[in-house]
């Protein structure tokens, strides 16, 4: 294991030139699974549609992947990328790691080779969820890093299935007859836990050095290792650019997005947010920092801080609930071994 | 920079338009070598048209996984391939049960991407097809010659369903990109999935291909195949198939399935047209090859029957698959009664659609009867193709269109006959309609 000293002089396979936007958490966590896999092993990238690939894959424009400013002479540090349609990451990536793993197997390939796929939770979880827990249920020796921004982004900021209750997107509007999204989002560590993977977690670069530590045990895990990255998303969630970190981290102590961390056998913890909610940051405090969530809370003018609105009272009770609840399953599942 | 010692492994490596290349990254000659032979020598054995496409994929050294998902009828191919692989403790070759052909198909673009030396296959059918079209469509574009996706045909809409040989299937992804090509009896299928990478990997074409055969008609019917030895196999192979000239995932410092803006879009839909165009130049030669090699006809545009040398003819007759063999069979016999002359085409190569040679071949014909197997709302695929490539002679010759065999029915004697006679009718220049139906001997 690196330190996260050493970690940070490391060279990312995700350079400038992306066009997501400034501060977007996934270029956050792109910039610190690069670095993680500047390890000695050659890297292959796989990508369903997603912001990440629109913004970071363009041609003729700068592609933002790559390690080094010329092709590496070290192949260890050469890098190659695979985009295919939204939810064909997994696949991509199974597919890659069976060819190394025949080549080798041949012994017609030295060097080894470690294999990432990224999805947004549209590709993972709505349209590929078959193929997601597929390849997790094949036990395949990848890093499937699913970036969670709760919504389709790439296609304007619609529902998916990953949406927090209540909030409101182009396709759940929040209106004077509906509170915004009325479907409690599926519970996706739980089915790649139960789809046979070998790590899963739930967690952002917004708690770095275990998110270091987690993608570096991920890179060496025995079956397929799920890492499902919260990402706020600037333009879809609405808040100003330089929050990002800010929320990922609230809305993992408020309970919203736990971070969690189950490695098979060995079981897991749920970090940094506390099981009883008298410890926890208020609700309030995370909703308030979002415009999607702006027909529940309002800034108190005279406390500073954020109440919640006038006639939103019985629908925020009912979001606290389903926080408590999303963190006492957390605990639960932290207990499977 | 990093602080951190890091294991080096300095290679080699170039520029090549796709990004660099590090060409001793991967030893094919280990892949080579680990090949265990299905035949050592040429041999004549009896199967079904499944088996035959499972044994020529099989014995390609190049072949090393073979994703699949069943689907009838293709769902023998998969299953001889995991048989054999199950009887052989010496091989490495793997077979890999993806949980739908949408899977297949992006495995398909993984693996050949990884490796574009290596040759990975699947085969499907009817909605299973369909199912891969949304990457089927990436593929088609993608420059992976080394895909080759075989197509048991059989209609397509589950309203109603029907499981039997019906090309409508292949004809209604004909702009998936693919090369596509329709063949007829065990030994066809067999020598074109021999040929069909040889083209497809070629560094002109680099395009994926797809063989086809109707389902149950040929993929579940019997017959005599005669099988070469896996290394004469390989020898001819290896004298088409030249190492990538482009990186692949593996080997490479590269980037797949980038976004392009509408101005770089048409360079890459041109560069993939003209890639497909070259088919046509490419094909012949490979065709030409095999027959020097193993002494059978290999690839070609068509199937010819009963041409004169002056190309001159009452009735030519332009179809496809197995049934144009009942045509074959009762041709003269149709000619002495009618007292004209007729030949036929039976069609392969369906996409890149080789208008030029069509067109040589009909310009002297009176009448062309083009024959549609497949559901279509026009006068049908294949004679939307034939009448496009007629259309650039000043007197080109009428065309009678029909549609017999749909949902892989029987095209029966009486059926060819009541066809030939409505192209007689044509030839006679009396009305027909623009496209009829015909079933067991009359129109429908």
New interface residues.
Partial sequence: MTSYKENATLESCFRPGSTLCAGCMEAIAFQNVGRVTDNGVKTVFTIGTSCAEVSSLAFPNVVAWGRGDAPPDDFARSFSILHNVFESAPTLAEAVRDVADSLRDHGALSAPVQVVATSGDGGALAIGLRALLHTIHRRTRVTIMVLVNEIFANTGFQYSPATTPFASTSTTPAGAASPGNMMPPLDYVHLAIAAGAGLVAQLSPAHGKLFQKTMERSLVCEGTAVVFVPAPCITGWKFDDGQTVEIATLGARCGVFPAFVWERGKGGAVKDCPLDAADRPALEEFLGTQRRFNHLVRRDPVTGGFAVREGSEEVVARFRDWTQANVERMYRLAELK | ????E??????A?E?TPS??I?PD???????RA?HVDQFTQREQVTVDGNTAAALAVLQMWRC??Y?GFPITPSTKWIETIASKIADEPRT?K?V?L???E??VA??????A???RD?IFSTATSSVGLDHMT??TR?LGASGLGNVMLIDVYRATANFPLCIEGDPSDTLAHRDDGFIQICTRGKQQIYDTILQAPCLGMHPEVLTPTMPGYYGIKDSHRSARLTVEADKAIHAFQDGWIQPCPL????N??????????SK?FQGFKLSQRRRMENVLRVLPAVGADFEKHFGRPGLAFFDEVGWPEHGSVDIAVVGMGPDFGTFEALRESFEQYAGLQVAGLAMRLLTPFPSEAVRRRLEKAQVVLVVNQAHHYGRGHLTLDVVDALSTLPHPPRVVSAFAGLGGADVSEATWERMLEQARAGEDGRHVEPAAFFHEGRPL
């Fill in positions: 920079m990093s602080t951190i890091r294991p080096v492994l300095p290679l490596h520029p990004g660099e590090y990254a991967i030893d094919l000659e280990r892949v680990a090393l996984i994703p490495k793997k890999k993806l949980e739908a949408h899977a992006d495995y398909l673009v993984g693996a991407a990884a490796c290596l949304e990457t990436s990186p692949g995932l593996i490479g410092d590269t980037a797949f399935g980038n976004c392009v803006t770089h």
